[in-house]
């Protein structure tokens, strides 16, 4: 029988969740955590600037990722091609900032990992169980380089 999934969104995995209140220095700026600086990315062209100040002075995830929808018009044009190499890059920053997660995620052993999301197909599970868990399979790949000494930040 295969061990069961880590699941995170909340519970013991909750550190892998970008809404974990873990900060990340990203880009040379302080972000309180890593949807902060997911959220900000998509607005990184001198056209939104605005949107990202309000973004970084957000009190939580929530509110960085309503900020974000709230001004989605102004969203980098080629956003849907760089998404997944941003949060890659993001969540190495994160991994390589906090010796905590790296604890963890080496103690998953070799556990799928699940963004536990009934809602998003496309990071997490969805509501079906079917969804792409771009976010787990990120960790995934991060915990490998990160036990065969091959991870780079």
Do not use: C
């Not at 997490?124 to 976010?135: I, Q, S, T, Y």
């Amino acid at each position: 029988m295969e061990p069961r999934p880590a699941l995170f969104y909340e519970g013991p995995h909750y550190m892998y969740s970008n809404f974990s209140s873990f900060m990340v220095d990203w880009r040379g700026r302080r972000w309180q955590t890593a949807e902060h600086a997911y959220q900000a990315e998509k607005f990184s062209e001198d056209r939104a600037r605005h949107v990202e100040k309000r973004i970084e002075k957000a009190r939580s995830a929530h509110e960085a990722k309503k900020i974000a929808k709230e001004f989605e018009a102004y969203k980098r044009p080629d956003w849907d091609s760089v998404k997944l190499g941003v949060m890659e890059q993001i969540l190495r920053a994160k991994l390589a900032q906090h010796e905590y997660i790296r604890k963890k995620l080496l103690e998953t052993g070799e556990r799928l990992i699940v963004e536990d999301s009934p809602t998003d197909n496309f990071w997490g599970r969805g509501p079906d169980w079917k969804g792409a868990n771009h976010l787990g399979k990120l960790w995934m790949k991060l915990r490998a380089e990160l036990r065969s000494g091959a991870f780079v930040y």
